[in-house]
C-alpha cells in the first residue's frame, strides 16, 4: 500500500491546509461525514465481530481492546491513510466561524445587550450551534434504539441476554444477533468519533488513549446501567462533566489551599503538581457509590438466575 500511496501523500502534505482549507469532502455537507464515519465503523466492526464471535466478556474485550490497538498503529504509522501524526487538519465545520460571527450586525447588538465583548458572545454562539446539532444526533439515535428495543428485534435481544441457552434452544440465532449488536455498537461511536473530529477541527491519531475512549466509556456505561439507553446518556454526562471538570476543582483547591497550608506540605504539593490527577480520585467514587453498581448487580442477577434454570 505505501509503494502506491506514498507518492499520492507528498502530493497531498504539498497543500498547506491552514491558507488552502482542507482538501478532500469533494464539497460536500460535512454533516454527511457523521453517517459516513457509522457506516465506516460498522464495516470495520463486521470482520472483527466474526473473528471474536465466540467470545464473552472478559475474553471479548481484551480482543477487542488488542484490535483497537493494532487499528490506532496503523493511523500512526501509515501516513498514506491519514497523515500519521502529522495530523488532518484544517476540517470544515457545521457552524458559523467566530469571525463571520463578530461582522454579523445582530451579534453586535445581541453583545450590546448582554454587555458582553464580541469575542466572547460570538464563541459562546458557536458552543450553543455546536451543541443543537449534537443534541439533535442523540436524540435521533435515542429514539432509533428506543424503537429498536419495543420491535421483535429488541424483545428478542433481551431475551437472548436475559438467557441464552434457551434463546439458543428455540431456534434463534444467538451468534448472528451478537453479531448485529457489535456493529450497530460500532456504527454508533463511529457517529460520535465523526462528531469528536468536527468538534476539534482536526483528527489526531496520537490523542486516542486507552484511559480517554475506553475507560471512560465503560465507566459511563456502568454508571448508567447497561441495557438503559437513559442511564448512559446521563452517565455520559456526568463522568465526562467531572473528567472536565476536576482539574479545574484541583487548581481551585490548590489556590485554596495555599493560605492554608505550609509550602512543604504534602497535600499542598500534590494539588499544585497533578491537579489532573484528581480526576480519578472523584470517578473512584463515583463509580464505588452503591447506585454506580446497579448494573453489576443486575448482572449478577441474570448470571445466578441463569445458572439456577441450568
Known amino acids: 500500500m505505501q509503494h502506491w500511496f506514498l507518492p499520492a501523500t507528498a ?15 469533494l464539497g460536500l455537507p460535512v454533516v454527511l461525514s457523521w453517517v459516513v464515519g457509522g457506516l465506516l465503523a460498522a464495516v470495520v466492526a463486521w470482520p472483527i465481530g466474526r473473528l471474536t464471535a465466540d467470545l464473552r466478556s472478559d475474553y471479548l474485550a481484551v480482543a477487542t481492546f488488542g484490535i483497537s490497538e493494532i487499528i490506532l498503529a496503523i493511523l500512526w504509522n501509515e501516513e498514506w491513510l491519514a497523515r500519521g501524526v502529522k495530523n488532518v487538519t484544517g476540517l470544515p465545520r457545521p457552524v458559523p466561524y467566530e469571525a463571520d460571527l463578530q461582522a454579523a450586525g445582530w451579534v453586535q447588538d ?4 448582554l454587555d458582553w465583548p464580541m469575542r466572547d458572545t460570538a464563541s459562546v454562539l458557536v458552543k450553543l450551534a455546536y451543541a443543537a446539532w449534537f443534541l439533535a444526533v442523540l436524540l435521533v439515535i435515542w ?26 434452544a428455540m431456534g434463534k440465532d444467538v451468534a448472528r444477533r451478537h453479531l448485529q449488536a457489535f456493529v450497530l455498537g460500532a456504527a454508533i461511536v463511529g457517529i460520535g468519533g465523526a462528531l469528536l473530529v468536527t468538534l476539534d477541527g482536526q483528527l489526531t491519531a496520537g490523542s486516542y488513549q486507552p484511559v480517554r475512549f475506553t475507560f471512560l466509556i465503560w465507566v459511563m456505561v456502568i454508571i448508567g446501567g447497561s441495557g438503559n439507553h437513559k442511564g448512559a446518556i446521563f ?5 465526562w462533566f467531572v473528567w472536565v471538570q476536576a482539574e479545574t476543582a484541583g487548581l481551585w483547591l490548590a489556590g485554596a489551599d ?9 497535600v499542598r504539593v500534590a494539588l499544585e503538581q497533578g491537579p489532573a490527577q484528581l ?5 473512584g467514587p463515583i463509580l464505588d457509590h452503591p447506585h454506580g453498581h446497579g448494573a453489576v448487580r443486575l ?4 448470571v445466578q438466575s441463569i445458572q439456577v434454570s441450568k
Do not use: H, Q
Request: net charge positive; proline share 4%; no cysteine.
Open 11 to 25: 502530493a497531498i502534505e504539498a497543500v498547506d491546509a491552514a491558507s488552502a482549507g482542507y482538501l478532500g469532502s
Open 110 to 113: 445581541l453583545a450590546r445587550w
Open 258 to 266: 495555599a493560605a492554608l497550608l505550609a509550602p512543604e506540605n504534602p
Open 279 to 283: 480526576r480519578y480520585v472523584v470517578i
Open 143 to 168: 429514539w432509533t434504539l428506543e424503537r429498536l428495543g419495543r420491535a421483535p428485534w429488541g424483545r428478542m435481544k433481551r431475551a437472548i441476554r436475559d438467557n441464552e441457552e434457551v434463546a439458543r
Open 235 to 239: 452517565g455520559g454526562f456526568l463522568i
Open 299 to 302: 448482572t449478577r442477577v441474570r
